[in-house]
């Protein structure tokens, strides 16, 4: 599946903002879908990721609580709403694709967007 991610910006601390994966192809609900990011000089990091049907979500501690993760197979379209952020949240923000077995490492995720910047300022 190919994945394109967007909506990333510059914003500041406290701030919110939506991040939107389009998936392209007819296979969508088959793939557990997951946010990742990555700061400057750090390794990629999970954040979150959905199941299927998007009855099961499961977050990172440093946002649970903060960031929701949804998404629209009718659409092709997994999403990020990032409320209350921190300059600490500042990477950039990929989604990924995977099937098989749920698995929060980023070697286990099949395909990957772009990638989308954030930037949080204090």
């Known amino acids: 599946v190919q994945l394109q991610a967007s909506g990333g910006g510059l914003v500041q601390a406290g701030d919110s903002l939506r991040l939107s994966c389009a998936a392209s192809?007819?296979?969508?609900?088959?793939?557990?879908m997951g946010w990742f990011r990555q700061a400057p000089g750090k390794e990629r990091e999970f954040v979150a990721d959905i199941s299927w049907s998007g009855s099961t979500t499961y977050y990172a501690d440093s946002v649970k609580g903060r960031f929701t993760i949804s998404r629209d197979n009718a659409k092709n379209t997994v999403y990020l709403q990032m409320n209350t952020l921190k300059p600490e949240d500042t990477a950039v923000y990929y989604c990924?694709?995977?099937?098989?077995?749920?698995?929060?490492?980023?070697?286990?995720?099949?395909?990957w967007g772009q990638g989308t910047l954030v930037t949080v300022s204090s």
């Open positions: 990924a694709a995977k099937k098989g077995l749920v698995s929060r490492s980023p070697v286990s995720y099949d395909d």
């Open positions: 192809g007819r296979t969508f609900s088959m793939y557990y």
